[in-house]
């Protein structure tokens, strides 16, 4: 499958700088993140035990993480609850796992086929508000039985190579609770969870709107 014809030129500029992040590092604040630790897939941190109760409640055997940065939690040994194991794919006991980053040569390659769950944490806000659509309607059409994003909704730190910040689309809470009904009633056999992250003045709440 070809994906070209389904973003705007913008998207692919947008991809092409996060492509200079990860080989190059990039700008936080007053300082510069090397690469290793640029977008490593650090984000996933806070939902791995979340996310294996809905794998486990739908019986999931397989999993797209669709923008998986460097993949930090799948490559690494992780340690839950006092138990090692070799990954967070071994951890929550699936099959397959299919990892897909444009913006990562290691990842670059679009997934051929759907998976059970398609997990997208901290993706969103970095798309340009012109291909929300289509990104969305992309990772629905990739299910078998569920989505999972977290959004956050304030600017980040970090700024890509041409100064802009790296959230392209920064909305409240109720605009993307808007935004996401749109899409109920097409996908009405996908289980869809959305969490939204940085609400209000507490940087810490987190909410699940979908």
Request: charged share 25%; proline share 1%.
């Amino acid at each position: 499958m070809n994906n070209k014809s389904k973003f705007s030129s913008e998207y692919y500029n947008l991809i092409n700088l996060y492509k200079i992040a990860h080989k190059n590092g990039i700008k936080k604040n007053d300082f510069f993140l090397s690469n290793n630790i640029t977008f490593d897939g650090k984000s996933l941190a806070p939902w791995i035990q979340h996310l294996k109760k809905i794998i486990n409640n739908s019986n999931s055997e397989s999993v797209l993480d669709y923008g998986c940065g460097k993949a930090k939690y799948y490559k690494n040994q992780i340690q839950v609850e006092g138990k090692n194991y070799r990954g967070v794919a071994d951890y929550w006991g699936v099959k397959e796992v299919k990892l897909f980053d444009p913006g990562v040569e290691e990842y670059h390659e679009y997934p051929l086929k759907n998976y059970d769950g398609v997990i997208c944490t901290d993706v969103l806000e970095h798309i340009g508000i012109a291909d929300l659509d289509a990104v969305v309607k992309d990772i629905f059409s990739l299910s078998n039985k569920f989505v999972f994003f977290v959004i956050s909704t304030i600017l980040d730190q970090k700024t890509l190579d041409d100064g802009r910040n790296v959230h392209q689309t920064v909305k409240s809470e109720d605009w993307w609770r808007k935004f996401f009904l749109n899409f109920e009633s097409y996908f009405i056999n996908i289980d869809c969870n959305v969490m939204l992250t940085n609400l209000g003045k507490d940087s810490n709440i987190v909410k699940k709107i979908i």
